[in-house]
């Protein structure tokens, strides 16, 4: 009798403790399951999935004169019905013992239709060798006021609805005397203006991909930046130390800036991060993703050894041991504040099967950032990355596409023996639940709504829901009276998900 009185005082303790937990308003948002924000618990086989690009189509060589081996650190977007990318051109040429750079950095131009066929336009703008005819959009040097480092920039389209049209194009781009990041203007894309005589942000390394962008959440500019963690300045010259890392500030118009702060992360250890690829996620703004680039010097071993160009990795070693054994690979990070970040230790994007131009540093470095493309073989809309390789190698980079599913970051996934889903208390506008998902042919997801106690409401239980199969990215879930939630809006519920052999990456709430 005690042990059942026992029992029942532990469920009213635990369905107090699921009552007391105040509920989070998601509106009628995208909501992806890429941390532990809605989530309550986990059941049986259920667990979270780290999901992985898929490799496409090379769709630019960087072979021009002003290209080389070693073009990198791209920036990618969609401006109306035009895709645009820049990058920065350079040639590294390795002898015994020596690095030799035939020409400074540039920066490049190329711009597609639909993000998959690209080219690169004869501009006019920036001579190169006694002629004009080629895709620079800047070169190193005197730019008005600023002496730029034309090779250490990122380019974006401002999104702040009060920026002007003449500037609705801009760049963060490193100076360097003095040292620091500064802020261009275009009008067109191609033609770049400063919008200051001096670096705006003056506290970091920046021998990275540094970048700023508006956050229409925060109401605000962000931007982010390569540091190390014990790094030391003397006079003008910076001495790096320690680990690379990311410091990030905010500002309401790109020129006076908040104090910086360095990232934390949940639970991942330090770690060389080369580049970090931060943007508000299109479809849900409030949750900033990151595809920072890992970054591990390993020794000499067999597995060294047998990996592509063993002779050319041998030769960039003696130039700099780093040069012949560090590797590369991407990862993927979120955070909802900008600051503290999520982020998986397992890669985004491995360096994958070994073939020439792979497994090097300099490899998978992810562009700036995902846009949305025709999916392959016309099966609807995915999301095309883009990464390099071939760096180092001869006198051109690859940049090769990726694709993966729209939100297809990160699922709940439940294998054949099932799996279940809690969410936290939920406060949502909205008549309709829609669901991001996957499924085999046998395997289902159904979905109970609850009252934060964990109790089912009236025709919503698991019992009132017919199995949803299929592959959907916003399949209506539908229960004996139909799919009609409108009466719940605005009071808390809980969300429970049973799965079997599927996956789930977003939800919503919605019209």
Not at 50 to 74: I, K, M, Q, T
Not at 324 to 352: N, Y
Not at 376 to 390: C, I, V
Not at 402 to 418: C, E, H, K, M, N
Request: proline share 7%.
């Amino acid at each position: 009798m005690r042990a059942v009185l026992s029992l029942v005082a532990a469920a009213t303790v635990f369905s107090a403790s699921l009552a007391a937990e105040p509920p989070i308003d998601i509106g009628s948002r995208w909501e992806l399951l890429v941390d532990d924000y809605l989530i309550a618990r986990l059941g049986g086989g259920a667990r979270q999935v780290l999901h992985h690009p898929v490799p496409r189509e090379v769709v630019l060589v960087f072979d021009a004169p002003w290209e080389g081996s070693g073009c990198n650190y791209v920036s990618v977007f969609q401006d109306g019905h035009r895709y645009r990318m820049y990058y920065h051109g350079w040639q590294l040429t390795v002898t015994p013992g020596k690095l030799i750079h035939p020409h400074q950095l540039v920066t490049c131009y190329a711009e597609s239709r639909d993000g998959i066929q690209w080219t690169k336009p004869d501009l006019g703008l920036v001579e190169f060798r006694g002629s004009k005819k080629n895709n620079i959009v800047l070169d190193t040097g005197r730019l008005g006021p600023l002496d730029i480092d034309a090779g250490h920039i990122a380019v974006f389209r401002d999104e702040n609805p009060a920026c002007p049209a003449d500037a609705r194009i801009k760049a963060v781009v490193l100076t360097r005397k003095p040292h620091g990041l500064a802020v261009l203007a275009s009008p067109d894309g191609l033609r770049f203006r400063p919008m200051t005589d001096k670096p705006v942000i003056t506290q970091g390394a920046f021998d990275s991909q540094n970048l700023a962008f508006w956050d229409p959440t925060l109401g605000a500019y962000r931007a982010y930046w390569r540091i190390f963690t014990a790094g030391v300045t003397t006079g003008e010259v910076w001495k790096p130390q320690g680990v690379r890392a990311i410091r990030t500030a905010t500002s309401k118009d790109l020129f006076t800036w908040s104090d910086p702060v360095d990232l934390t992360y949940a639970d991942s250890p330090p770690e060389h991060l080369y580049t970090n690829a931060i943007k508000p996620y299109y479809r849900a703004p409030h949750l900033l993703l990151g595809f920072p680039t890992r970054y591990v010097e390993r020794p000499w071993s067999p597995s060294m050894e047998a990996l592509p160009e063993r002779e050319h990795r041998k030769l960039r070693w003696s130039v700099q041991p780093r040069f012949g054994t560090a590797l590369t690979e991407g990862l993927f990070m979120t955070s909802r504040d900008g600051r503290h970040f999520r982020r998986w230790g397992e890669a985004f994007l491995r360096p994958g099967p070994e073939r020439p131009g792979t497994w090097q540093y300099g490899q998978q470095y992810l562009a700036w950032h995902l846009v949305e493309t025709a999916a392959f073989e016309g099966t609807g809309r995915e999301l095309s990355l883009y990464a390099t390789e071939s760096y180092w190698i001869g006198h051109a980079t690859k940049l090769r596409r990726y694709t993966l599913r729209i939100d297809g970051f990160v699922s709940i996934q439940a294998p054949w023996s099932g799996g279940a889903l809690v969410t936290r208390p939920l406060l949502f506008r909205g008549n309709k639940l829609l669901l991001n998902f996957s499924t085999s042919a046998a395997g289902g997801i159904r979905v109970e709504i609850q009252n934060p106690q964990g109790q089912p409401l009236p025709g919503f239980a698991l019992e009132d829901c017919p199995e949803i199969f299929g592959d959907s990215l916003e399949r209506p879930v539908v229960w004996k009276s139909g799919e009609n939630v409108g009466k719940l809006a605005g009071q808390p519920v809980r969300l429970r998900f049973e799965l079997r052999d599927a996956d789930l990456y977003a939800l919503r709430f919605a019209e």
